[in-house]
């Protein structure tokens, strides 16, 4: 019977570490969008990203009229992303990827 729970619970950590690391966030993303304002990011896009727990939004900036994501390379799509920014009237012009090194 010990050996049972401890194959149960043994079984159970793994499939929770596997669950846990398949979603984990290692690519960057740069979108561009012309028309992008403070007020978008402080009070539309920042707020609308944190209701999605797969995207860190890290960044916006009015100066280079971008935003910083982070998502999981695996689940990311672009056309969800694109839709969610045109709900705020955002038309993105570029999307651009970059790999994100973990340590574990």
Do not use: R
Request: with cysteine; hydrophobic share 40%.
């Amino acid at each position: 019977m010990k050996n049972i729970l401890l194959l149960i619970l043994s079984l159970l950590a793994v499939i929770f570490l596997s669950f846990n690391s398949s979603y984990t966030k290692d690519t960057e993303v740069v979108i561009t969008i012309p028309t992008l304002t403070s007020e978008d990011i402080s009070f539309y896009l920042k707020n609308e990203f944190e209701k999605h727990s797969k995207i860190e939004f890290v960044d916006g900036s009015t100066a280079t009229k971008t935003i910083v994501l982070n998502v999981n390379q695996h689940d990311f799509n672009q056309s969800q992303i694109e839709d969610l920014l045109n709900k705020w009237g955002c038309k993105p012009a570029s999307f651009d990827f970059n790999s994100i090194a973990i340590a574990d």
